[in-house]
């Protein structure tokens, strides 16, 4: 196992992968040193916080799907993806790690595996039915176990006995809370099938609404919000509690839960004809016809009676602030004189900068071979920047290129490939850092003043 996942961390680096340093090997135990990981794992971050949101879940997931397609189209899987195996950077980053049971599949994508591991958990059905079975369904499997981890909190398949939990897998019954929005519930649905060839492929869930539209949950749920919340009746006498700016407070899904109100949803791995049906794939729209017709019933109605009817004027009101827009600062304004919209927000996560911005060094994007390994030339004019600004840190510690380059046999076993492999995961952090604060200054918003909030009653 351990020689497996040495052999697996040098072939495949990426940014949302665990990195291999070095391996130390002594008489009675190998070390194996690898980058830090400040956040902790994923499980401890969910069973002490709570289930995530799903806006904030879609990236997370996007990661990982990244990384597992990575490590497929290399010809490896995994075997063991499950929440105490994802490790947090921060709370919007994370990176896959533990490939003790993965391997390479020499004679291709549809080789058969034989061998049971991995978590019970999290382990597919054909683990406990067939005697061999196809490695990639298997990851796809415990992919859509961790989301449905990831937004409830739990587990689908539960039983204090391994044989009970086996049965439980079989059998295939599970429940959906009624709180999860339709993209959500949609891709748990169409992970979750019994027969292995008919989940979806790693190309198929990176498709899927819920990870290219994480905001469309959120616009979903707030608009059944709107359609079960009671109109308000106003009159002159205005009362503001406490009670009222908790409830505001609260979170959406908890508002979802409390006025919406929806029953969990009982489901069968092995029942999914209805998975199949023509409408059931289609994209969900907030124009939808479905969607549409009731919310302009609701607003035509509404803007027909306020045109009509004459504007009222109260004797008893507060005052009237007219309310000013802030400024726009400099580089906001170059952005939306470049033919950015004005009106719309800046994330400053998606913003792009210049590669050639002189603030910092763009070495985040270079995923090359020079990242594991030096590259077998003398001549530092013919490297990157990347590595060649590495060679130099390390000829100022005594690592000369002769010395780099005759290490590289041994790879990770080699203390100075080690030494060679963090100055390089140092600057690429450091890289990343910059450009990220560099962005952030670029489109940082002036804060809006704080406005206190009194209950009273104007009578």
């Given at each position: 196992m351990l020689s497996s996942e040495i052999a697996t961390l040098e072939c495949v680096h990426h940014p949302n992968i665990l990195r291999l340093f070095e391996v130390v090997e002594t008489l009675g135990r190998v070390y194996l040193v690898t980058e830090w990981i400040r956040g902790g794992e994923l499980y401890n971050h969910i069973t002490q916080g709570g289930p995530l949101r799903e806006i904030h879940a879609a990236p997370l997931l996007k990661q990982l799907l990244l990384a597992v397609k990575h490590m497929h189209s290399l010809g490896y899987v995994h075997r063991d993806i499950k929440a105490e195996n994802v490790l947090l950077l921060s709370e919007d980053r994370l990176k896959l790690a533990d490939f003790g049971f993965s391997t390479q599949l020499i004679n291709g994508a549809n080789q058969k595996l034989d061998t049971f591991?991995?978590?019970?958990?999290?382990?597919?059905?054909?683990?406990?039915?067939?005697?061999?079975?196809?490695?990639?369904?298997?990851?796809?499997?415990?992919?859509?176990?961790?989301l449905y981890f990831m937004v409830v909190g739990n587990m689908p398949f539960r039983a204090p006995t391994i044989p009970g939990l086996k049965a439980a897998i079989l059998k295939g019954d599970y429940l959906l809370p009624g709180q999860l929005s339709l993209p959500c519930i949609r891709l748990i649905q169409r992970i979750l099938i019994h027969i292995p060839a008919q989940r979806p492929t790693i190309d198929d869930m990176l498709k899927s609404q819920f990870v290219t539209c994480p905001k469309l949950s959120a616009e979903l749920m707030q608009w059944e919000i709107n359609q079960h919340r009671k109109p308000v009746k106003r009159s002159i006498f205005w009362v503001r509690s406490k009670s009222h700016r908790l409830r505001k407070s609260a979170s959406l899904r908890d508002r979802y839960a409390e006025v919406v109100k929806k029953p969990a949803i009982s489901m069968n791995t092995r029942q999914q004809d209805e998975m199949f049906v023509q409408n059931f794939l289609q994209p969900i729209e907030m124009g939808h016809e479905l969607l549409a017709p009731a919310s302009s019933q609701l607003k035509e109605p509404q803007a027909t009676e306020q045109a009509k009817r004459p504007a009222r004027r109260y004797m008893f009101c507060g005052s009237l602030k007219k309310k000013v827009t802030p400024m726009e600062t400099e580089p906001e304004k170059q952005l939306a004189n470049g033919g950015q919209c004005g009106s719309a927000k800046i994330n400053p996560w998606n913003v792009e900068v210049a590669d050639d911005c002189p603030?910092?060094?763009?070495?985040?994007?270079?995923?090359?071979?020079?990242?594991?390994?030096?590259?077998?030339t003398e001549d530092l004019s013919q490297l990157g920047a990347l590595e060649?600004?590495?060679?130099?840190?390390?000829?100022?510690?005594?690592?000369?290129?002769?010395?780099?380059?005759?290490?590289?046999?041994?790879?990770?076993?080699?203390?100075?490939?080690?030494?060679?492999?963090i100055v390089v995961n140092r600057l690429q952090k450091q890289s990343w850092l910059a450009r990220k604060h560099v962005e952030m200054a670029l489109h940082s918003e002036p804060k809006a003043e704080k406005r206190i909030e009194r209950s009273c009653c104007i009578l």
């Open positions: 591991c991995g978590s019970p958990p999290y382990a597919a059905p054909e683990l406990f039915s067939d005697d061999h079975y196809i490695g990639a369904p298997v990851d796809v499997w415990a992919l859509g176990i961790l603030l910092f060094k763009n070495y985040d994007a270079e995923t090359g071979s020079c990242v594991m390994l030096p590259t077998s060649f600004e590495a060679r130099q840190i390390l000829a100022e510690l005594g690592l000369t290129s002769e010395m780099l380059i005759n290490a590289r046999q041994s790879g990770p076993r080699s203390d100075i490939i080690g030494a060679y492999r």
